[in-house]
Structure formats: structure tokens, C-alpha cells
């Protein structure tokens, strides 16, 4: 399997922009997570979907967040305006049973 | 879920063993005890857990004390590549129950 894919990789866009990041979870998984990551607050998370329904979103800072499911092999995480402040490495995670979760790459995002 | 307590830092010999510390003096009966690590520049990676008995896999081996209040992840051969941050976390497990993780432990494994 090619674990979770994550893309792009690497985002930089101005401030005001729309930047929608995307994920594949692995094959068979029915549980999608996204993280963000960034120095100050370390790794939070901030939404979580089973079987394609999101289950918290209480992790989402505002409502410029959004994040959708649309099928068992795809979701995206879109921040719509973007700020400086929300410059980051995103992860996006899935499991199966809910024991162990794996981890994408990450999509680096930089908002200038 | 549950607190956990871990070193911010610890060093290791390579070729060594690691021995890194958690408390989770608050944990329930329903609680089991994860640990991911991660490397710089990449997601989380998932290493082990446990219910109350010790648990070993191709990573690692987890010793969980008695009364559950604390445990200690081993790597028994560190190598330069399990430099990381080990994250220590517990949850109820099964489900769609999601992970917090904390500040963990900076692991630095010296030549």
C-alpha cells in the first residue's frame, strides 16, 4: 500500500488566498483525521471523520476552516481567506480499528 | 483522556538501549497506553501500545508498571535513526477515538 498521500507537499500562497489541501486515506481505513503542526502549539488536532461523517470538528480554529469527506478515498482541509497565522505543516492520518493511526507526509504551508 | 507527564529531553548511546519514561498517574481502566514517535520533517509514525501487559513488536517493547501508573518505552538497540520525538499518549482505544498528542520527549541517539 502507498500509506496516506497528501498533497501538495509544499503551499505558499498570499494572504486572502483560498488553499485547499487534500488526502488520500489508506485503502479499507474508515477513519480520516487532519493535524496541524507549528512550533508554538505542537500538534493539534482539528477534525476527524468516520465512515465519511465528521465526528469533532471542535479541533477547526474558525470558521475560515472547513473540511469535507465527500468519499471513503478522499477528503480536503480548505482555509478560505488564509492568514500568515495559519502557517504550518498539516497532516492528514487514517486507521481502521482506531488503534494505531498513520500519518502522511504533511502539506507545508506557507501564507506570506 | 488521561494526562501524561514525559521528559522534555533525553541522550543515548548509539547501539544502546532507550529507555523513555511516561507517567499517567490519572489513567482509567478502559485507558491503553500508545506510543508514536516522530521523526524531523515527517508525519507521526505509530509504535506501540499496550493494556496493562508488557508489549513487544519489530520496534520496540512497552513495560507497563502495575498499578498502570506509568510506563517505559524501550528501544533496545538504538541506532542514529530513532533520533525523534516520542510521543507518549493514552486513550480508549478501539472506535474513532481520536489521538492527543503532547509535547513529548526530543530522544537524541549520540554516535
Known amino acids: 500500500d502507498a500509506g496516506v498521500i497528501q498533497s501538495p507537499r509544499h503551499e505558499v500562497t498570499e494572504m486572502g488566498q483560498e488553499v485547499t489541501l487534500r488526502c488520500k486515506p489508506i485503502s479499507g481505513h474508515n477513519s480520516l483525521f487532519w493535524y496541524r503542526q507549528t512550533m508554538m502549539r505542537g500538534l493539534e488536532l482539528l477534525i476527524y471523520f468516520n465512515n465519511n461523517v465528521p465526528i469533532d470538528d471542535s479541533g477547526m480554529p474558525e470558521d475560515r476552516f472547513s473540511a469535507k469527506m465527500p468519499n471513503a478515498s478522499f477528503s480536503t482541509l480548505k482555509i478560505q481567506p488564509s492568514e500568515p497565522r495559519d502557517s504550518a505543516v498539516y497532516f492528514c492520518a487514517s486507521t481502521l480499528h482506531g488503534y494505531e493511526q498513520y500519518f502522511g507526509p504533511g502539506t507545508r504551508l506557507t501564507v506570506t | ?111
Open chain 2, 1 to 111: 483522556d488521561a494526562k501524561t507527564t514525559q521528559p522534555t529531553s533525553m541522550d543515548c548511546a548509539e547501539g544502546r538501549a532507550a529507555n523513555l519514561p511516561c507517567n499517567h498517574s490519572t489513567i482509567s481502566g478502559n485507558e491503553y497506553v500508545y506510543w508514536y514517535r516522530q521523526i524531523h520533517s515527517q508525519g507521526p509514525q505509530y509504535i506501540i501500545h499496550g493494556l496493562k501487559n508488557n508489549e513487544t513488536n519489530e520496534m520496540a517493547s512497552l513495560i507497563i508498571t502495575e498499578d498502570r501508573k506509568s510506563s517505559t518505552l524501550i528501544l533496545p538497540h538504538a541506532t542514529l535513526r530513532d533520533t525523534a520525538v516520542y510521543y507518549c499518549i493514552v486513550r480508549v482505544s478501539g472506535g474513532y477515538q481520536k489521538v492527543t498528542f503532547g509535547t513529548g520527549t526530543k530522544l537524541q541517539v549520540i554516535p
